[in-house]
């Protein structure tokens, strides 16, 4: 408990003097990277639905798991910061800042400790997907040592997530979709084939699940988060899709089906049979899904703010894996 505490301290002294800085820069002061915290390798992460169809949320669980996932979750924002300020401004003190931080978790085998919970493992495999997102955007900028530690560290944890979604014997939600995302980028960021061979197989097992209406029947049983569901579930598969420039009439199915929810989740609470939670406004994802799909689903812009760490930063920004379709 003691060094989860001080672990959660530290990293979130450096989150906070990191976002600091950067509104130091944005107003043309000068900044100095913070030093990496101590890289975390137990992950002590809990469930927080009550019931069988995990659509009630207990407060007070949902805030421990925050608390204790919050070290990683700082480290990630970080990072994602750094190189998404790169590739918009190209300052290379932004680069050497996220390289020097994937670094000094790779060589302390971060993350690759115990994992107390299956809510361990997801936060891993988010985490570890938006590590290799962001390492796209700064990796041109690496010395060749740097990016041997560095990819060496996301191909042990692309088998580690492989090997923990192979053994599932459980449904193959929105999740393994997710391991699909985080594996396909450190595919794509290696150049190892092995990596992207088994984020297609994944997309392929997900476009295999998508109904002729757009549903997905394992989200669909979410209750009263059925619509947030098949929003969660979209936005890896929509990011695989640019990354292996694949084009499915599937995902534009589900994608259409989710996104019309948002407006109208009448099918929804049909299919469910219950009320639904509405989202705010159109998932940040359809920027991605816009740049890459061959016709366009909407005309209206997404979010100016539309940030994700665990998929690459700003979503509105192209990420250098991606497809963009031609013209």
């Known amino acids: 408990m003691a060094s989860r505490l001080i672990a959660h301290t530290v990293a979130s002294a450096f989150a906070f003097a990191f976002a600091f800085a950067f509104a130091l820069a944005g107003q043309g002061a000068a900044w100095a990277c913070p030093t990496p915290p101590p890289a975390v390798r137990d992950i002590d992460a809990n ?3 009550t019931d069988d169809r995990s659509s009630i949320v207990d407060p007070v669980l949902k805030a421990r798991n925050e608390a204790a996932v919050k070290p990683v979750n700082d480290y990630l924002d970080v990072v994602a910061r ?101 594996v396909t980028a450190v595919g794509a960021v290696t150049r190892d084939a092995r990596y992207t061979d088994w984020g297609r197989k994944v997309f392929e097992h997900a476009m ?65 049979g219950v009320a639904q939670e509405r989202p705010a406004r159109a998932p940040g994802w359809i920027a991605i899904y816009e740049r890459h799909a061959d016709k366009p689903l909407s005309a209206a812009p997404p979010p100016p703010n539309n940030w994700d760490a665990r998929m690459g930063g700003d979503r509105n920004l192209p990420n250098p894996l991606e497809h963009p379709r031609a013209g």
């Not at 690496?142 to 923990?164: S, V």
């Not at 640019?242 to 989710?258: E, G, H």
Request: glycine share 8%; charged share 20%; aromatic share 10%.
């Open 82 to 182: 750094a190189a998404n300020r790169f590739q918009v401004g190209g300052g290379q003190e932004d680069a050497r800042c996220a390289l020097a931080w994937l670094q000094a978790w790779a060589r302390q085998d971060a993350l690759l400790g115990r994992m107390s919970s299956n809510q361990s493992y997801y936060t891993r495999k988010w985490t570890l997907g938006g590590l290799a997102l962001n390492y796209a955007r700064v990796q041109a900028a690496a010395p060749a040592a740097q990016r041997a530690a560095i990819e060496a560290w996301f191909k042990r944890l692309a088998d580690a997530t492989m090997a923990h979604a192979d053994a599932g014997k459980g449904i193959r939600n929105n999740h393994y979709y997710w391991e699909g995302l985080a």
């Open 208 to 272: 295999g699940q998508i109904q002729p209406d757009g549903s997905l029947p394992h989200e669909m049983a979410r209750a009263s988060k059925a619509l947030h569901y098949h929003l969660y579930a979209a936005a890896p598969l929509v990011m695989m899709a640019s990354i292996l420039d694949r084009r499915d009439p599937a995902l534009d199915r589900l994608v259409r089906f989710a996104v019309d929810g948002v407006a109208d989740p009448t099918p929804f609470e049909r299919m469910s």
């Open 47 to 49: 469930r927080y639905y």
